[in-house]
């Protein structure tokens, strides 16, 4: 697989170069990576003079000054320690006395110039809290409204601790934050719909906790590049402008959500690299237009029950690398459309009432692809589904939609690439040709 991490840190550099030409971002945070439950941390982020500025009007706060914002940063911590039931690490041990930047976890930068200040070195009275990172602290307890008076904290990352309770609705005074990780924790309730309202918001993370309830629409809306709410108890359906968001990273994996995928999946756009469906109680098809617009990845729609035959448009997906289609209810002949994929890395179909493959997917494993066909309904192949089992397959009068198209199909991707380029290049010519 190509190195996901690389997809995911160019974005954020990016981000950070621009931060740092237009209000001058600070270092000081740590981003979450990964797809399921896997992760790697790189340090960006960090407070915003510029933008600080901007938003006097939407956050009144900002009109403090840097002695009365570390005054209001120590209450707020002094406030969430209070809260905390259990620090087996005892981590809060240095949270004593007014100098926050000294906290173990806290971290400190002048906005003024900039520049990232470490606990240790952090005197000045100009500081302010720029970023939190208690990963992996054991702590038990819950989020206080207090942490809101952090207003220019843009990275708070909690993940693997003890806390339970809701997401204060305070939060959404948190104008510059970032990147949210509250993963691995015991939080409940419906979805955060703070979170939506936090309007720097560019990374989500509240997986492997116990929220429940339905996904709500502007959660697709929003301007978020990684969305990872898998591992909850989420039910209903997935709201139908799925499509709609420019996310590079989508985990819904192991809820409860039902019915169809939308389909407005089929036409996410080149962003979207990773999306994960595994594990919920999805039905109908897979939706007709999938990969028509998209530079996808990774597509996992395991353990659902999807029925019907795949669609054409699968063969738009030439930088797919791994595709898992395995525990549905999937029937037709595997073919060439889905086997001469020129990325793949794995291929799983097990577990579906798939009826034959083509000679190309026999080539798979002369290209050292993984391809897992076990169970399905291919006769001459060992470790299939008993007979009577395949005969009756599941959805056989179940409509997709399916139209045939002539090869070779013209994807979206293509055209998409192709208009941006041309608009790019028209765009070169026209700044030439001004004054």
Same mark, same amino acid.
């Given at each position: 697989?190509?190195?996901?991490?690389?997809?995911?840190?160019?974005?954020?550099?990016?981000?950070?170069?621009?931060?740092?030409?237009?209000?001058?971002?600070?270092?000081?945070?740590?981003?979450?990576?990964?797809?399921?439950?896997?992760?790697?941390?790189?340090?960006?982020?960090?407070?915003?003079?510029?933008?600080?500025?901007?938003?006097?009007?939407?956050?009144?706060?900002?009109?403090?000054?840097?002695?009365?914002?570390?005054?209001?940063?120590?209450?707020?911590?002094?406030?969430?320690?209070?809260?905390?039931?259990?620090?087996?690490?005892?981590?809060?041990?240095?949270?004593?006395?007014?100098?926050?930047?000294?906290?173990?976890?806290?971290?400190?930068?002048?906005?003024?110039?900039?520049?990232?200040?470490?606990?240790?070195?952090?005197?000045?009275?100009?500081?302010?809290?720029?970023?939190?990172?208690?990963?992996?602290?054991?702590?038990?307890?819950?989020?206080?409204?207090?942490?809101?008076?952090?207003?220019?904290?843009?990275?708070?990352?909690?993940?693997?601790?003890?806390?339970? @309770?809701?997401? =204060?609705? +305070?939060?959404?005074? $948190?104008?510059?934050?970032?990147? *949210?990780? %509250?993963?691995? &924790? /015991? !939080? #409940?309730?419906?979805?955060?719909?703070?979170?939506?309202?936090?309007?720097?918001?560019?990374?989500?993370?509240?997986?492997?906790?116990?929220?429940?309830?339905?996904?709500?629409?502007?959660?697709?809306?929003?301007?978020?590049?990684?969305?990872?709410?898998?591992?909850?108890?989420?039910?209903?359906?997935?709201?139908?402008?799925?499509?709609?968001?420019?996310?590079?990273?989508?985990?819904?994996?192991?809820?409860?959500?039902?019915?169809?995928?939308?389909?407005?999946?089929?036409?996410?756009?080149?962003?979207?690299?990773?999306?994960?469906?595994?594990?919920?109680?999805?039905?109908?098809?897979?939706?007709?237009?999938?990969?028509?617009?998209?530079?996808?990845?990774?597509?996992?729609?395991?353990?659902?029950?999807?029925? @019907?035959?795949? =669609?054409? +448009?699968?063969?738009? $997906?030439?930088?797919?690398?791994? *595709?898992? %289609?395995?525990? &549905? /209810? !999937? #029937?037709?002949?595997?073919?060439?459309?889905?086997?001469?994929?020129?990325?793949?890395?794995?291929?799983?179909?097990?577990?579906?009432?798939?009826?034959?493959?083509?000679?190309?997917?026999?080539?798979?494993?002369?290209?050292?692809?993984?391809?897992?066909?076990?169970?399905?309904?291919?006769?001459?192949?060992?470790?299939?589904?008993?007979?009577?089992?395949?005969?009756?397959?599941?959805?056989?009068?179940?409509?997709?939609?399916?139209?045939?198209?002539?090869?070779?199909?013209?994807?979206?991707?293509?055209?998409?690439?192709?208009?941006?380029?041309?608009?790019?290049?028209?765009?070169?010519?026209?700044?030439?040709?001004?004054?």
């Amino acid at each position: 697989m190509k190195n996901q991490n690389t997809l995911i840190l160019s974005f954020f550099f990016l981000n950070l170069h621009l931060a740092t030409t237009k209000a001058g971002f600070s270092v000081g945070g740590s981003v979450g990576v990964g797809v399921g439950v896997g992760s790697g941390v790189v340090w960006v982020g960090g407070g915003s003079n510029s933008n600080h500025n901007q938003n006097q009007n939407q956050n009144p706060k900002s009109y403090e000054s840097p002695i009365s914002k570390m005054d209001s940063a120590f209450s707020a911590l002094q406030a969430w320690k209070s809260s905390i039931t259990d620090d087996p690490l005892k981590i809060l041990d240095s949270w004593v006395g007014s100098n926050v930047c000294s906290y173990k976890g806290i971290f400190c930068s002048n906005p003024e110039n900039g520049n990232a200040m470490s606990s240790s070195s952090a005197e000045s009275a100009s500081l302010v809290v720029a970023g939190i990172d208690l990963n992996h602290a054991n702590l038990q307890g819950t989020l206080v409204k207090e942490l809101s008076l952090l207003t220019d904290i843009s990275i708070l990352h909690l993940n693997s601790n003890r806390f339970s @309770g809701t997401v =204060p609705e +305070t939060f959404k005074d $948190l104008v510059f934050l970032q990147e *949210l990780d %509250l993963s691995n &924790n /015991q !939080l #409940s309730g419906s979805f955060p719909l703070v979170t939506l309202y936090m309007q720097s918001l560019i990374y989500l993370d509240i997986r492997f906790n116990f929220f429940s309830g339905l996904l709500p629409q502007e959660l697709f809306n929003k301007n978020l590049d990684a969305i990872f709410i898998n591992n909850n108890q989420f039910e209903g359906e997935i709201p139908t402008n799925l499509g709609n968001s420019p996310a590079s990273v989508i985990n819904l994996a192991n809820n409860k959500l039902s019915g169809n995928i939308p389909a407005s999946f089929g036409f996410m756009g080149s962003k979207i690299k990773e999306i994960l469906f595994l594990n919920n109680q999805l039905t109908g098809c897979i939706p007709e237009g999938v990969g028509l617009f998209t530079e996808m990845e990774v597509l996992d729609v395991s353990f659902n029950s999807l029925m @019907g035959h795949l =669609p054409d +448009t699968l063969s738009c $997906l030439q930088n797919i690398e791994v *595709l898992n %289609l395995a525990h &549905n /209810q !999937l #029937s037709g002949e595997l073919s060439d459309i889905v086997c001469s994929l020129r990325s793949l890395a794995n291929l799983t179909v097990a577990y579906n009432f798939f009826s034959g493959f083509s000679q190309q997917c026999s080539k798979l494993f002369f290209r050292n692809v993984g391809f897992d066909f076990s169970l399905n309904c291919i006769p001459g192949r060992n470790m299939q589904r008993p007979h009577p089992e395949c005969s009756m397959i599941p959805g056989g009068s179940l409509s997709c939609f399916r139209i045939p198209t002539p090869k070779p199909l013209i994807c979206g991707s293509m055209s998409v690439s192709n208009s941006k380029n041309t608009d790019s290049t028209s765009e070169s010519h026209s700044q030439t040709q001004s004054p």
